[in-house]
């Protein structure tokens, strides 16, 4: 993401962009943790640690997408969680950033039950 001020180039990268959205996700209540979208992407998280593990950015012109992969709280109630995480992580990076996200999609991956000790 890129943009122009008086004093020059602002360059935001989809890295960073993905760190804020991944902490906003995190967050949010009922979300256990973030997944990758595929095998592929599991293993290589378990090789090298990332911290936007789970989240991809993808920009178009002024606009920012992002794609949440989410492991949720087993009894909540799903659409709430998934509602509030995207408005959480869209609130999150239009303010840190001050670009506007044109959608911000969850994928729940899995439910997790937590540990009633």
Known sequence: MTGNSQLGRITVSPRAISSIASRAALQSY???????????????????????????????????????????????????VATSVANAVRYQVERIIGTPVAAVNVHVQDLRVSDTD
Not at 49 to 57: C, I, L, M
């Open 30 to 80: 009922g979300v256990v943790g973030l997944t990758a979208k595929n095998l592929f992407d599991g293993i290589a998280h378990a090789l090298v640690r990332d911290p936007a593990h789970g989240v991809e950015v993808r920009s178009y012109e002024d606009c920012i997408v992002i794609d949440l992969y989410v492991v949720i709280e087993y009894g909540t109630r799903v659409s709430s």
